[in-house]
């Protein structure tokens, strides 16, 4: 009977062994255990959990198995051991033989066959998702990492010791005494914090770093919704300053990174997106899919961009998945409504009335209404055109992404839609973007990696540019009298402009603008970037990389046929194809030897952009209904036209990292650009850069201070570029026109008005003095800088006399200067259940021109139409850059017309008394970024600001252009002129008023907003018993809520000629206006 319990025992064991049927091939002499493990982890896919401490003590074994089944080998290597072993599941445990307990043996394994489930979340203590936190059983090599939330699952025996660890936090260690949820809120480690950022061509230690860089993370960029990432930047980031030209959907923005350095060329810093140089404003990436922003401002950062440089150069990086991470699914989605910033004031109908009539009177005229009349108009306060205008308007934005790896490869997939209506009617931005990042290594030697995003854009725009005396959308908004309606009875539009016999012939009724006139843009981008990257030898690195970014632009605009505006109906065609393709090809060699560290960095790149135009237009159309699609039947077709231009830079670069005793720093780097758009003697220019840094924190006398965790001082010199030409601007070019020989008429080409110069690089040369600091544990942190940049070789125009035959020519003739101080401050104030940090920065840049040609003055261009005809900004050696110039008003008349200051004391008022009169300039710019967290609640709070910045408001111009019967601001009939008021604001109401650009328009444009105030609560998932979802957050957050200005129209966030103009500079003048919004939404992780 016993003897048949035995076979039916040894049965069932080999029916469980076939059950585990693995066969392996092991070979070796002397060979440790724990290499036989690992050998027979890679041939199975099985995963040991062991005592380190029993494996360490075992003794050698000799093997020698061809395709040997699993339990048969483990039996072969354990043979004459102490050690036994289970398989439960895919996992082999190894323990102490009964017989067996050494001492010091841990006994962790010790007849432990039940393995526990263990799961939970690893996080700061700042509540803050630790992605990539390493999960290990102490004592053993077994272990897991952390998920995209921070959340872990690992199979471990009864009493083992998890210890849990992650870059720059101190390790936790928690005991399993049975199934279930094992959090941990890990503490920073001010010793051991050392980022990675990203530079150049490549990635370095945040400690190691040597030059001034600033950091902005994806948490910051999408919590302020908007459509071009670059406006999250907007006082996150210390010396950068980004100012919003307009409102409008998808509308530009302007960046300034330590000043303006340029006249004629772009002020724009350099974008590298996922190591691609990008010619333009990132408008394009979605916020959710940026992983970090790093903006490098001194030359040391910025030299190895060489030609591109000399603006700052601000590196975006997307996201991308881990290695052997599993895969996770985050889906963010929110509804924003916005609305106007504020509404203006303006008369109402009677208001309009009675001030005309006093105007008629003063200027010896009959009354333009009766009493019977402004009786009838005082019982309605008349036509509100911003409300007709204007509207509360959606934004839905929703994103969703994929990340994940295996050990070989990794990947992040995601896509987006961002749809805005515009608060101005009509208009709206419709984004819809794709993006795939993967990386997979093909061998130990060769990896592969893809970055694409596509984009498409449709977008139905409204009149943004500048307007006069009402005959654009925003100027006829707020000039159109309250006491018209905007249609006739019969329904159609009333023509604004022959209402009344005093009105202004030009003004035109805002809604046929809105409805009656389409400008409709759509766009696709394909942006990928393949690299191949060779390791052959330990420490040393080659990468390959090609890249394309192709754009297809194509903008439809059409005029209905409109009698109001005497359109026949006109339509237009313009396409752009833009093709920018990219090769780099880079050498790194890392090396560590004793005390020294070094890397080493070696190129060639190549990059070309090609561009393609085409236009088609006609004016007279029998019907609207074909719209752009028919324009060859337009009764007066327009003359077609081309336009073609290719740009290639061809440039050799190298740098060099030097650390000694990681204590001493330093860093070198050169760049070598080859331009196609200089002439030959000219095409090429070096770019260098040194920097040096001391860790001063870790000298010995400095190791072991309980108040000093960091100490760094820096400090860089270096050149580099900006690219201020346009390709062949060093060409003799030639202009085509139209000629008459006899009775034909014939193509002909003339040269053209401006004289091709030998033109060289304008070049900025940068020194930067810096310091990190960090104290009482790095709970407070301080970074300091000073830079003083000296820009040379600026490109300005020349005019010509007439009898050269040219109008003007390019020269390089002026120098500007840059200096300035950023300072940053990061603080935990309070730890634990309640949780604060407040981070600040301030900036101070002054700006001043050296030099201009001979010393003559650069006037803006004119800016207004009629009486007040006029420039407003001006460049003068010794002055800040864009200078309001004009004339001093000092008062009044004692017939209430206007007075100005006669600086030249001639006895007249001529263009000889024009002074300085305001600077768009800021004293400087300010941040602060407050978080408070506390059980699943965070409320984040950001403010920002500019002070010393003065406004030109060319929008109240009309206050004194009283000619044109236009609508004023409701305290011009408040506060105007009259015998009895002889100190009001507003002169005498008369059509004979002489006025200037003046102090008059120069308004105090400083400012405090709040930004961003978000209140988020991280749901208990898990409580709730949502096992479906790994995270989920609510929130709730409000952009420019609130907002402490003097100034005195909708904004002081404007800049109505945007940033491509250097000079005209801190205008606004009839730009669409800026919202404020208030956002709901979910993000959710699976």
């Known amino acids: ?210 030059g001034s860089l600033s950091q902005v993370k994806s948490k910051d960029i999408t919590a302020y919704p908007s459509t071009n990432v670059m406006q999250a930047l907007n006082g996150r980031a210390a010396g950068v300053r980004v100012m919003q030209n307009n409102g409008s959907p998808g509308g530009s923005i302007s960046v300034r990174i330590r000043g303006t350095n340029s006249i004629l060329g772009g002020n724009e810093p350099l974008y590298v997106i996922d190591g691609f140089p990008y010619n333009g404003n990132p408008t394009f990436l979605q916020n959710s899919d940026i992983a970090s922003i790093e903006i490098l401002k001194d030359a040391s950062s910025t030299a190895i961009y060489g030609s591109r440089g000399a603006n700052g150069v601000v590196m975006i990086t997307t996201k991308s998945g881990r290695k052997n991470d599993v895969t996770t699914v985050d889906v963010d989605a929110g509804y924003t409504i916005q609305s106007v910033s504020k509404k203006m004031d303006l008369m109402n109908a009677q208001q309009y009335a009675l001030l005309y009539n006093e105007q008629a009177k003063n200027d010896g005229l009959d009354p333009y209404f009766t009493q019977s009349q402004i009786d009838s108009l005082g019982r309605s306060p008349g036509t509100d055109w911003q409300d007709l205008v204007l509207r509360n308007a959606p934004i839905y934005n929703i994103s969703a992404t994929v990340n994940g790896g295996t050990s070989k490869t990794r990947f992040s997939v995601s896509g987006a839609a961002y749809l805005q209506d515009g608060i101005v009617r009509g208009s709206d931005y419709k984004r819809y973007n794709v993006r795939g990042n993967i990386e997979h290594e093909v061998s130990k030697v060769v990896s592969v990696s893809l970055n694409t995003i596509l984009t498409r854009l449709n977008s139905s725009r409204k009149n943004s ?201 330093f860093t070198a780097s050169i760049r070598r650009d080859g331009s196609s758009r200089y002439s030959m003697q000219n095409q090429w220019e070096n770019f260098p850069s040194a920097a040096l840094a001391w860790k001063v924190s870790n000298e010995d006398f400095l190791r072991n201070s309980t108040v000093i965790s960091d100490l760094k001082l820096r400090t860089s010199y270096g050149l580099s570029g900006s690219t201020a030409l346009n390709p062949y601007q060093t060409l003799n070019q030639l202009t085509a026109g139209n000629t008459i020989f006899g009775d034909a008429l014939y193509v002909s080409y003339a040269p053209g008005t401006t004289l091709p110069g030998d033109l060289k690089w304008e070049t900025t040369r940068q020194f930067d003095i810096g310091a990190d600091i960090g104290l009482l544990q790095n709970d407070l942190r301080f970074t300091l800088d000073y830079y003083h940049k000296k820009t040379t070789n600026l490109l300005n125009e020349v005019r010509l006399p007439a009898s050269t035959g040219y109008e003007i020519t390019l020269r390089n003739v002026g120098e500007i200067e840059n200096k300035g101080f950023e300072f940053g401050v990061d603080a935990n104030i309070l730890k634990g259940d309640v949780f604060w940090n407040v981070n600040a920065n301030i900036s101070f840049n002054r700006n001043k021109v050296l030099k201009l040609y001979e010393g003559q003055d650069i006037y803006g261009d004119v800016i207004y139409t009629g009486s007040l005809s006029d420039y407003a900004n001006l460049l003068r050696e010794g002055q800040p850059l864009g200078i309001f110039y004009g004339y001093k008003e000092i008062g009044y008349t004692e017939d209430g017309n206007l007075m100005y200051e006669d600086f030249n004391k001639d006895g007249s008022i001529s263009a000889a008394d024009k002074t300085y009169i305001g600077d768009p300039n800021p004293d400087f710019i300010y941040g602060l970024n407050s978080v408070t967290s506390w059980k699943g609640f965070e409320l984040t709070v950001f403010i920002q600001g500019s002070q010393g910045n003065d406004i030109f408001n060319l929008n109240k111009a009309a206050t004194l252009d009283l000619g044109m019967g236009l609508n004023l601001p409701a305290e011009v009939y408040e506060n105007h002129w009259t015998p009895e008021n002889p100190n009001a604001k507003y002169p005498k109401i008369t059509r004979t008023l002489a006025g200037n650009m003046s102090t008059r328009f120069v308004e105090d444009g400083s400012y405090l907003r709040f930004k961003n105030i978000q209140l988020a609560y991280n749901l208990p998932v898990r409580k709730l018993g949502w096992n479906w979802v790994k995270s989920a957050q609510v929130y709730a957050s409000g952009q420019n809520l609130i907002t402490f200005t003097r100034y005195s129209w909708y904004d002081p966030e404007v800049n109505a000629y945007g940033g491509a103009n250097s000079i005209r500079q801190g205008i606004d003048h009839s730009v669409y206006p800026t919202y404020k919004s208030v956002t709901f939404g979910i993000r959710c992780g699976f």
């Open 1 to 210: 009977m016993k003897f048949s319990a035995i076979i039916l025992l040894a049965a069932c064991m080999q029916i469980y062994a076939k059950g585990h049927a693995q066969h392996v091939t092991l070979s070796g002499k002397n060979t440790s255990l724990e290499k036989l493990f690992r050998d027979i982890e890679k041939q199975t896919g099985y995963v040991f959990f062991y005592d380190q401490k029993l494996i360490d003590k075992a003794p050698a074994v000799s093997v020698n198995l061809k395709n040997t089944p699993l339990e048969k080998a483990l039996e072969a290597c354990l043979k004459d051991q102490a050690l036994t072993y289970s398989i439960v599941g895919k996992n082999i445990v190894i323990k102490q033989k009964a017989a067996f307990s050494p001492p010091g043996s841990s006994g962790l394994l010790q007849q432990q066959d039940t393995l526990l489930n263990v799961t939970g979340q690893i996080t700061s203590d700042q509540g803050m998702a630790l992605p990539g936190a390493t999960v290990a059983v102490k004592g053993t090599n077994r272990g897991a990492s952390a998920d995209g939330e921070g959340r872990y699952r690992l199979r471990v025996p009864r009493n083992a010791v998890i210890v849990v660890s992650y870059m720059g936090y101190k390790s936790q260690e928690a005991t399993v005494k049975e199934d279930g949820p094992v959090n941990f809120a890990l503490v920073q480690d001010t010793r051991l914090t050392d980022e990675i950022v990203v530079i150049g061509y490549g990635t370095v230690k945040k400690s190691d770093l040597t």
């Open 465 to 665: 540019s500048p307007g006069n005396r009402g005959n654009d959308l925003f100027s006829a908004m707020l000039m159109s009298p309250a006491s018209l309606t905007p249609y006739l009875p019969d329904g159609s539009y009333r023509r604004l402009n022959t209402a009344y016999p005093f009105i202004s012939n030009v003004i035109v009724n805002p809604l046929v603008r809105i409805y009656e006139e389409q400008d409709n843009i759509q766009g696709d981008r394909v942006f990928s970037n393949a690299a191949i990257t060779i390791k052959p030898l330990n420490g040393l690195s080659i990468r390959i990389s090609g890249g394309i970014d192709n754009l297809n632009d194509r903008v439809d605009l059409y005029r209905n046929i409109e009698p109001t505006v005497n359109s026949v109906g006109y339509a237009e065609v313009r396409t752009t194809q833009q093709t920018g393709l990219l090769n780099e090809n880079v050498i790194t060699y890392e090396r560590d030897i004793n005390q020294h560290s070094f890397s080493v960095m070696g190129g060639f790149t190549y990059q070309d952009n090609t561009t393609t135009e085409l236009n088609a237009s006609g004016t007279g159309f029998l019907s609207d209904v074909t719209g752009t699609g028919d324009i060859e039947s337009a009764a007066t077709p327009g003359i077609p036209n081309s336009r073609y231009a290719k740009w290639s830079l061809i440039s050799y670069l190298g740098r060099i990292n030097y650390s000694f005793n990681d204590k001493y720093l």
